[in-house]
């Protein structure tokens, strides 16, 4: 790792503070992998595979709540199953006394995170939670809590201890409960059989959903944008043609729109520098590529990507071509990047 860079105006550390040497980070960094272990090792599966069949054949909503880190968890814990399709929502303990209990029914759930199982606000949601006939399930790590008596359901997160020197930072703990409610998240992923397209369709502004939803035929150009013509054609007189476009390429195609071959801008240099003058009598179809690569309307654009970038060289734009090799578009690399692809 490299030095700071020397515009950086950074304070001088407090006299009181010690170094944190790279013996002492990595010491921290296996101890909380041996408390996750200890978690691996003794969970209670029986109790995970009952939860999350539990969620599974949820009808209502799956609601999660909890208080301080454990309340962000649940609020992050709901927002995974909301980005797979499910059902789901993060409810305050503070704002469900004061109204938003109203979101509650008796077809949802409602899983409550604590460490310790005794966290008050959580304790004073509970009965409010019964008379909407929820079904309430707590998500604890301390034995024999006040919660796991008034709830319907209990599930188990064994915690051997927090790896805050005091053993009160909540940091192991919420670690164990994100690995848990994401791995139940991605049990559910596989049981509901979301399709990657699924997927996609919920995270449509993203890189991944962009890659998984766009196809060939959402981002090629058609019709008046491209840059057609025949192969009879001189060159000379289809430069406006090859620049006005802004695809860097002429489509050689037939009478009935055949894709003949393709002719670049590196092409005209290279005709230009080898024939001098003599362009001024050369025709498209004697100097085209008549072996471009092509791609369908219904490849996706990611595909077109790839196959423009790979060997024996790259290539800025694929014409874009259905049964019998008649041509209906072009897709350009600029067009994909502008996409978000």
Do not use: W
Not at 134 to 150: C, D, K, Q
Not at 216 to 228: F, G, H, T
Request: proline share 5%; net charge negative; glycine share 8%.
């Amino acid at each position: 790792m490299g030095s700071l860079p020397p515009f950086l105006d950074l304070p001088a550390p407090d006299a009181k503070f010690q170094q944190i040497d790279q013996t002492t980070l990595l010491d921290l960094f296996k101890s909380q992998q041996n408390h996750l272990n200890y978690f691996f090792q003794n969970l209670n599966l029986s109790q995970a595979l009952t939860f999350s069949q539990t969620l599974l054949n949820c009808n209502g909503t799956i609601f999660f709540s909890g208080v301080g880190k454990s309340g962000f968890v649940a609020n992050k814990i709901s927002q995974t199953l909301i980005s797979l399709g499910i059902r789901a929502g993060y409810l305050s303990p503070v704002d469900a006394l004061h109204g938003d209990i109203g979101a509650l029914s008796s077809s949802d759930i409602l899983v409550l995170f604590s460490k310790s199982g005794n966290t008050e606000e959580l304790l004073r949601l509970v009965p409010c939670a019964k008379a909407k006939g929820a079904y309430l399930v707590s998500v604890t790590s301390v034995e024999g809590n006040a919660l796991t008596a008034v709830c319907d359901m209990n599930v188990h997160l064994p915690l051997e201890r927090e790896l805050c020197p005091f053993d009160l930072a909540p940091v192991t703990s919420t670690a164990i409960q994100m690995v848990f409610g994401d791995t139940v998240a991605i049990a559910l992923m596989g049981a509901r059989n979301l399709s990657k397209e699924e997927y996609a369709a919920n995270h449509p502004a993203g890189r991944i959903g962009k890659s998984l939803i766009f196809k060939v035929k959402d981002v090629m150009k058609k019709q008046n944008e491209l840059p057609i013509c025949k192969e009879g054609d001189l060159i000379m007189d289809q430069l406006v043609e090859l620049t006005s476009k802004g695809c860097g390429c002429l489509l050689v195609i037939d009478e009935d729109s055949h894709l003949i071959g393709t002719f670049t801008d590196g092409d005209l240099r290279r005709t230009l520098k080898v024939s001098g003058e003599g362009i001024f009598k050369l025709t498209v179809g004697e100097m085209c590529n008549r072996n471009p690569r092509t791609i369908g309307p219904d490849a996706m654009g990611v595909e077109a990507m790839k196959k423009m970038e790979s060997p024996p060289s790259p290539v800025q734009f694929l014409p874009v071509i259905k049964d019998d090799n008649i041509l209906i578009g072009i897709v350009t690399l600029h067009g994909l990047v502008s996409a978000g692809l």
